[in-house]
T-cell receptor
Framework: DAKTTQPPSMDCAEGRAANLPCNHS???????VYWYRQIHSQGPQYIIH???NNETNEMASLIITEDRKSSTLILPHATLRDTAVYYC?????????????FGTGTLLAVQP | DADVTQTPRNRITKTGKRIMLECSQT?????MYWYRQDPGLGLRLIYY???????NKGEISDGYSVSRQAQAKFSLSLESAIPNQTALYFC?????????????FGSGTQLSVL
């Protein structure tokens, strides 16, 4: 599975959009981009995933660049409860390496 | 997620002791995973199982073993615990549908080896 690079930490003002970047320059054509988050030592929580099209759900939006080498997770109106570590993961669908490998993520601190 | 239950929630043990961490799920998923988390290192995969007869090593399986007793149960054992196995351990399940594999995590077990 391709590796990802994320900034170790970011700040965001409450009520503003939080834009979390992820670099995955070695991504292959059949690898999906997943985002999870972990709130203070709880089990990680799924947020969103995509292959090449932009995706939106009730939690967030995922913007994937046309060359698929990077993506951005957008929390449109961040709240204090969004303070968490956000993980960007790429993985192949199917095949022998059919598992999710987490990196160190980005600690998002939402400020009041 | 209450559908994935880990026991115990906290455990303190001594070096050399055998420890078992248990995980049970009511989601009906075939796939189960054990991860450990250390400060600054994110989550690392220890073992995973895609069905009852399937066991696979992850990134850091040395010093650990697992047992998949049933679809709903996946246990992690430390045969002879050592201090650097002090960590937060998570069990997870998943069901793959289409291109999506969504993981559901338990609340974690904090293990301290003295």
């Amino acid at each position: 599975d391709a590796k990802t690079t994320q900034p170790p930490s970011m700040d965001c003002a409450e009520g503003r959009a939080a834009n979390l970047p992820c670099n995955h320059s070695t991504i292959s054509g059949n690898e999906y981009v997943y985002w999870y988050r972990q709130i203070h030592s709880q089990g990680p929580q799924y947020i969103i995933h995509g292959l090449k099209n932009n995706e939106t759900n009730e939690m967030a939006s995922l913007i994937i660049t046309e060359d698929r080498k990077s993506s951005t997770l957008i929390l449109p109106h961040a709240t204090l409860r969004d303070t968490a570590v956000y993980y960007c993961i790429v993985r192949v669908y199917g095949g022998a390496t059919n598992k999710l490998i987490f990196g160190t993520g980005t600690l998002l601190a939402v400020q009041p | 997620d209450a559908d994935v239950t880990q026991t115990p929630r906290n455990r303190i043990t001594k070096t050399g002791k055998r420890i078992m961490l248990e995980c049970s799920q009511t989601k009906g998923h075939d796939r189960m995973y054990w991860y450990r988390q250390d400060p600054g290192l994110g989550l690392r995969l220890i073992y995973y199982s895609f069905d009852v007869k399937d066991i696979n090593k992850g990134e850091i399986s040395d010093g650990y073993s697992v047992s998949r007793q049933a679809q709903a149960k996946f246990s992690l054992s430390l045969e002879s615990a050592i201090p650097n196995q002090t960590a937060l351990y998570f069990c997870a399940t998943s069901e793959q549908t289409g291109g999506n594999e969504k993981l559901f995590f338990g609340s974690g077990t904090q293990l301290s080896v003295l």
